[in-house]
């Protein structure tokens, strides 16, 4: 028997998922109600937009793997999604990802202040002498009138 994937959530779902302390959602399906979706300030990351409604014909599964995009997430697993996209992160990782990504996180700080302060990323990464080994002429000034 074929499975035709069709459109996933929309409001109506969205205000479950909400009632019960989901934050968002990713889905390999397609979902609809964008424009409720984003003024109930519910985030979604789907494959598509459609408004096809959901065929509800079986029960579905409930703390089994699957498979999003390709990705296995397991129970208990932590996605995290953002703008620039989505990840998952095994379960038994989560805590050191997480000491990993604060430490990260103080570090881009610390590095967009010193580029605010006017120190050149060049310097920044100590790329001067791989420049010069390149036989690049990395000249600091620039014509007067140039910017």
Sequence with gaps: MAIKRTAGPGRRLAASLLSRGVVGLVTDAGVRDIAALREMGFPVWARAVSARGTV???PGSVNVPVVCGGQVVRP?????ADDDGVMCV?????????ARSRARIAAEHDRRAALRSGVLGVDMYGLREVLTRLGVEYVDEHPEGAL
Excluded: F, I, W
Aim: cysteine-free.
């Design 76 to 80: 208990g697993d932590v996605v995290v």
């Design 90 to 98: 095994p379960a038994r990782s989560a805590a050191e990802v997480l």
């Design 56 to 58: 509800k014909a079986t």
